[in-house]
């Protein structure tokens, strides 16, 4: 978890909001496990460095990582009792000495552009890099401003540059109805391609076609392969992007076009995989894993090109936030059981 300064009123090296409370609550972990070892305690408000913003959070966004992070030691190898999230909305509390692009009182968002061991969004206030913090987009909600950015920077540059995706060809998106995936299909249609969905069952059909997707494949009730192959001709896939992971990765293999590119940014469906390396090697096809991180993390120009893009995009309606359920901050263990049912449908987001 990040470090805690004292924050005293006759600090000077920031700028500080007086309605500050000396000791907001936080949501930790003292052990590793499922989302009852989630607790609400007072913790003394954090001071931020002179490159940082104090955030008093008004809402924040749940992701899957959290859950991992949450239940597995090894992923980011927290040190306990810990904290979780980098996504998050809110007003400014504080900001150290070198931020110039924020102020106090203004309302922003939290971009998941940090490294998740040394700074946490779940509490009452936050303390983030000011390379993480942006005004918060026009006409946004809190609620809606802390949903949208993991949702739209994990896949913007793969589907934007890195793919070459041309407009008419189809291209599949697993695990669908994540926030991820939908904003795959609304980020796919802007490109001008055919969104394909995969979801396990038809339960979600009407709203991925809703949600923009041209087909839905629910491949726990029918032939995925041959369904795909219906759908392109018998060309196959070339781009695929999975959040899935595991044994799954086997039947992506077999839908692919030869010399096609499966991007691998998840592991809902087990961390170990198993597929025919006589299917990968005959159709040339390329296993890439995907992370924002290299690009967005770590360039600011990527960065802020991506997060323009996006702003605008939202202002004018051609990307839509997707908010499945609003939690409130006492019901945490809740949301993160409804995290990992996956019966949402979409961002959840817990208000605080």
């Known amino acids: 978890m990040y470090s805690v300064t004292r924050l005293y009123p006759h600090d000077t090296s920031f700028q500080w909001n007086k309605e500050i409370s000396p000791m907001p609550r936080s949501i930790q972990f003292r052990a590793f496990g499922g989302p009852e070892v989630l607790e609400i305690v007072e913790v003394e408000c954090p001071a931020p460095k002179s490159d940082e913003v104090l955030v008093r959070v008004k809402a924040l966004g749940l992701n899957y990582t959290d859950a991992l992070r949450r239940r597995d030691p090894s992923f980011g190898n927290p040190s306990l009792p810990a904290s979780l999230g980098y996504e998050a909305a809110g007003i400014v509390a504080a900001v150290g000495k070198d931020i110039a692009h924020v102020k106090v009182g203004d309302a922003v968002n939290v971009l998941p552009v940090f490294d998740i061991s040394r700074y946490a969004t779940y509490g009452e206030m936050a303390v983030v890099p000011?390379?993480?913090?942006?005004?918060?987009?026009?006409?946004l909600s809190f609620e809606q401003g802390a949903s949208i950015w993991a949702m739209f920077l994990t896949l913007y540059s793969a589907i934007s540059d890195d793919a070459g995706i041309i407009p008419g060809e189809h291209v599949v998106v697993t695990a669908a109805s994540s926030s991820v995936g939908i904003a795959a299909i609304q980020l796919l249609n802007l490109k001008g391609a055919v969104p394909v969905a995969f979801t396990r069952t038809r339960e979600k059909q009407q709203k991925l076609l809703d949600a923009g997707a041209r087909h839905v494949v629910a491949y726990r009730e029918v032939?995925?392969?041959?369904?795909?192959?219906?759908?392109?001709?018998?060309?196959?896939i070339r781009v695929i992007f999975d959040s899935v992971g595991g044994d799954f990765l086997a039947t992506l293999m077999q839908m692919a076009a030869?010399?096609?590119?499966i991007y691998v940014f998840g592991a809902s469906g087990g961390d170990q995989a198993s597929f025919p390396l006589a299917t990968y090697i005959r159709k040339m096809l390329t296993l890439k894993g995907w992370t924002p991180r290299k690009d967005l993390f770590l360039d600011d120009e990527s960065l802020a090109r991506a997060v323009a893009f996006i702003s605008e995009a939202v202002r004018s309606g051609k990307l839509t936030p997707a908010l499945d359920r609003v939690f409130d901050f006492t019901e945490i263990v809740a949301a993160h059981r409804y995290l990992e049912s996956g019966r949402q449908f979409g961002k959840i987001v817990v208000r605080v």
């Open 130 to 139: 000011g390379r993480a913090i942006i005004r918060q987009p026009e006409g």
């Open 258 to 261: 030869v010399n096609g590119l």
């Open 223 to 236: 032939d995925a392969v041959e369904e795909i192959m219906r759908i392109t001709d018998g060309s196959g």
